[in-house]
């Protein structure tokens, strides 16, 4: 089996789902690539080598450039925040290198053209890390919809509601806060929450033609950590918009930091014509399922547990009856990925797939200042 070096750029949060999805893929999945954790890339050394030594990194690296251009590295993972992606994607693509992203790729849809200018010319494999995507119950509910068993589609529903930033105590900037932060963060709950929301939407239900939206900031200033100073909060702290897709059908797209009680609630619903499907990431290995084609007597919601060998990924875990969680997504994603490279294919969400969730998220952030309907960019 050939063996994939990744050169990993960032030891966070994400820095630990992907080092994870990593060493494990190749336990679970029949894959054409043996994935080593060859460099870990942080500023700070110290913990840059604690982080190698517990994941099994082989060397550690302060500066991505070397990284970049060290001819040991195959793949750069960029999970640093959102400032960092495009200068390194575009590094990366540039020194021939496959390239895996965190999302939002970029902070916006000019900062993602640029990056998917640079793979598409370098023609190296990449892909974004909207990992919600594969969920085996949000897999499943995108079989079902191309099989056409929900009929014309009407409706589009997702939430994605947090609770973390209410205290007006809660500095901006820095390590942890750097959401908080406009400059490094591109926008708000809009780039952060909702991207994903629109990844999968669009995954499920077309291209998204056109937006209305709201958005607030709650907190108008907070002490910055890198600064010391008070200074204007630039980010939106709650976004709300409506959509209407190409496909004809409606949304309502709602994120939020400031849902006091929810941490991490990420819900979609799809109402067609002869079905509808519901999902929550607080009980994701469930699909809520109705098919007005059951016989009127029995007909109801369902509660499906994603736990069957028949269901998508599940094959590959443990038994029927026996869940799989948050993690297993990001094995799933680098599953496909190397698959994927493994049969000369684009991985999706490719970079491209990136640029159309920044584009929608651009459209948002638009409506909003300008209070009026706006078109999502068309692209070739
Ligand atoms: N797919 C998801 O569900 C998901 C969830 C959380 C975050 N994210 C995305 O992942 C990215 C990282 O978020 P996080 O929550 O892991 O952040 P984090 O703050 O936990 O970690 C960021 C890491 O990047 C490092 N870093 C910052 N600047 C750097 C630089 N110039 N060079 C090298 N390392 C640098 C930091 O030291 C830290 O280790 C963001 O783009 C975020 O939007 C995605």
Redesign the pocket.
């Given at each position: 089996m050939k063996k994939l070096r990744i050169g990993m750029?960032?030891?966070?949060?994400?820095?630990?789902?992907h080092s994870n999805a990593f060493r494990s893929v190749n336990n679970f999945f029949d894959v054409p690539y043996e994935p080593v954790l060859q460099t870990i890339?942080?500023?700070?050394e110290e913990?840059a080598g604690k982080?190698a030594s517990n994941w099994g990194f082989a060397s550690t690296e302060?500066?991505?450039r070397k990284v970049v251009a060290s001819p040991d590295i195959d793949l750069i993972d960029?999970?640093?925040?959102?400032?960092?992606?495009a200068e390194?994607a575009i590094a990366a693509a540039e020194a021939g290198k496959m390239v895996m992203?965190?999302?939002?790729l970029g902070r916006n849809g000019a900062e993602s053209e640029a990056i998917v200018d640079a793979v598409e010319k370098a023609g190296v494999p990449n892909m974004v890390?909207?990992?919600?995507r594969r969920v085996p119950a949000v897999t499943l509910a995108k079989q079902l919809i191309d099989e056409g068993r929900l009929g014309r589609i009407f409706h589009y529903r997702a939430k994605f509601l947090q609770d973390w930033t209410i205290s007006t105590d809660l500095p901006q900037g820095g390590?942890?806060l750097?959401?908080l932060d406009v400059k490094v963060?591109g926008s708000g709950v809009t780039?952060?929450l909702l991207?994903?929301c629109i990844d999968t939407a669009m995954w499920l239900n077309g291209g998204i033609e056109e937006v209305s939206a709201v958005t607030e900031t709650f907190i108008k200033s907070r002490k910055h950590n890198l600064t010391g100073a008070v200074e204007p909060v630039g980010i939106d702290d709650a976004s709300l918009f409506l959509a209407r897709f190409k496909n004809g059908s409606l949304a309502t797209f709602e994120a939020t930091r400031y849902a006091r009680g929810h941490k991490a609630l990420y819900t979609l619903e799809i109402n067609g014509e002869d079905a509808s499907i519901m999902w929550d990431l607080h009980d994701l290995h469930r699909l809520q399922y109705f098919d007005h084609k059951d016989e009127g007597r029995l007909r109801g919601w369902k509660n499906v547990h994603i736990t069957d060998r028949e269901h998508p990924y599940m094959a590959n875990w443990w038994v029927p009856g026996l869940q799989i969680g948050y993690e297993h997504?990001?094995i799933h994603q680098v599953a496909d990925f190397l698959t994927a490279v493994g049969g000369g294919k684009a991985a999706p969400p490719t970079f491209r797939d990136g640029l159309a969730t920044d584009d929608v998220t651009d459209a948002v952030l638009q409506a909003a200042a300008t209070r009026s309907w706006t078109k999502v960019k068309e692209r070739a």
């Open positions: 750029i960032g030891y966070g949060f994400m820095g630990r789902t890339c942080a500023r700070n913990r982080f302060t500066d991505w960029i999970a640093s925040p959102n400032d960092t992606h390194i992203c965190e999302k939002p890390w909207y990992n919600y390590e942890g750097w959401r963060a780039g952060d991207a994903h997504t990001f």
